[in-house]
């Protein structure tokens, strides 16, 4: 089993955009059995897949080509014993208040977090029931 993490800057970011991407991501996860968690908001996607190696790769590849996804960066990518987000094709949360203040992310603070940062906000998600970080 791989998680992979990475972040991007959304082009173009609105509601009808995020839909449309939730509605592939979940249909093309499905049929490629592929879990996990997008955390979005109008500055900064966060995501985590989860799955066979070869079809979070063949995926990441499919989101490093998308247009709507800008100064894409993979933060880790590794083997783990389990899934963090089984029973989601896609889980999304709107990025919680806990997170970064758009001016720090402009600063670089996404970048800059490292990979522990991130697998501790995803462990800290996936502990939530949805829609409580709201």
Not at 1 to 12: A, D, E, V
Not at 57 to 74: G, K, M, P
Request: proline content about 5%; aromatic content about 8%; hydrophobic content about 45%.
């Amino acid at each position: 089993m791989t998680q992979l993490i990475y972040t991007s800057r959304p082009f173009g970011f609105d509601a009808q955009g995020l839909d449309d991407i939730l509605l592939s991501a979940r249909r093309n996860n499905r049929r490629d059995g592929i879990t996990g968690c997008l955390i979005c908001r109008a500055d900064l996607f966060v995501q985590m897949l989860e799955g066979e190696r070869a079809a979070v790769t063949a995926t990441f590849h499919r989101i490093l080509q998308d247009e709507r996804h800008l100064e894409v960066a993979l933060i880790w990518c590794g083997d783990t014993p389990m899934r963090r987000f089984p029973d989601w094709d896609m889980r999304d949360d709107p990025a919680p208040s806990w997170m970064w203040p758009q001016d720090a992310v402009r600063r670089g603070a996404a970048r800059e977090a490292g990979a522990a940062a991130y697998r501790r906000l995803f462990d800290r998600v996936a502990e939530e029931p949805l829609g409580a970080l709201l």
